[in-house]
């Protein structure tokens, strides 16, 4: 089973559509994150968590919002979906301590999202 | 301000040769430069990562490169073979474990055959 797995994988909802997206781990990963890809922009940070009382804001999280249900589960959603959040969406965990010195962060499959 | 610029946007690459891939960045206080790769239909995967203690490090046919005065680091890939062919982004962050990263745009690499 992967270790970072997301919900849906591809969406296709309309302009004004609240929808949510989903993220789990079985890492045991205190740290999960949100980013957004896009063609020639590489990936953007909109959201982070280092645990489920504490949520910061990336680069990019206006028009989003996330909750952090528990260490395990890390959801973004669009409350009013519009056509340029069109875009691959990644999850990613890390864990709190460099155990092995590469600060690693494991990302899931990604979430195509079309905005119509 | 773009804080990690990265360079080439795409490469073509024969099979054999080398691969370079260029990033800049501006915030000195970063110290955690990894690199990612990335296949079609997949999440970024950890390829190799470098402290700006050394400056350089290689892992089997990859190899980092870094310049601290310069503020420059770069991928190389010897002998460039055609399941190298991804998307490659440079990232930076704090020394810290599981600081946000700060991804460049991302360099795609295709190796002929």
């Known amino acids: 089973d992967a270790d970072v797995t997301q919900t849906p994988r591809n969406r296709i909802t309309k302009t004004g559509k609240r929808i949510m997206l989903e993220c789990s781990q079985t890492?045991?990963?205190?740290?999960m994150y949100w980013y957004r890809q896009d063609p020639g922009l590489g990936l953007q940070l909109i959201y982070y968590?280092?645990?489920?009382?504490?949520?910061n804001k990336g680069e990019i999280s206006d028009g989003y919002s996330v909750s952090r249900q528990a260490q395990a589960k890390f959801s973004l959603s669009l409350e009013s979906a519009i056509p340029n959040q069109t875009a691959l969406y990644f999850c990613a965990t890390s864990d709190s301590y460099d155990r092995d010195g590469r600060n690693e962060q494991f990302f899931g499959p990604g979430t195509r999202l079309t905005v119509l | 301000q773009q804080q990690v610029k990265q360079s080439p946007q795409s490469l073509i690459v024969q099979k054999g040769g080398i691969s370079i891939i260029n990033c800049a960045y501006e915030n000195t206080a970063f110290d955690y430069f990894p690199w990612y790769q990335q296949f079609p239909g997949k999440g970024p995967a950890l390829l190799i990562a470098?402290?700006?203690?050394?400056s350089e490090k290689k892992e089997g046919r990859f190899t980092i490169s870094f310049n601290k005065s310069a503020k420059q680091f770069s991928l190389h890939i010897m002998d460039s073979q055609p399941g190298d062919s991804a998307t490659y982004f440079c990232a930076a962050s704090f020394n810290q474990a599981g600081t946000a990263l700060i991804f460049g745009k991302g360099t795609t690499l295709s190796v002929s055959s």
């Open positions: 470098i402290r700006p203690d050394v």
């Open positions: 890492k045991g990963h205190d740290r």
């Open positions: 968590s280092f645990d489920v009382k504490d949520i």
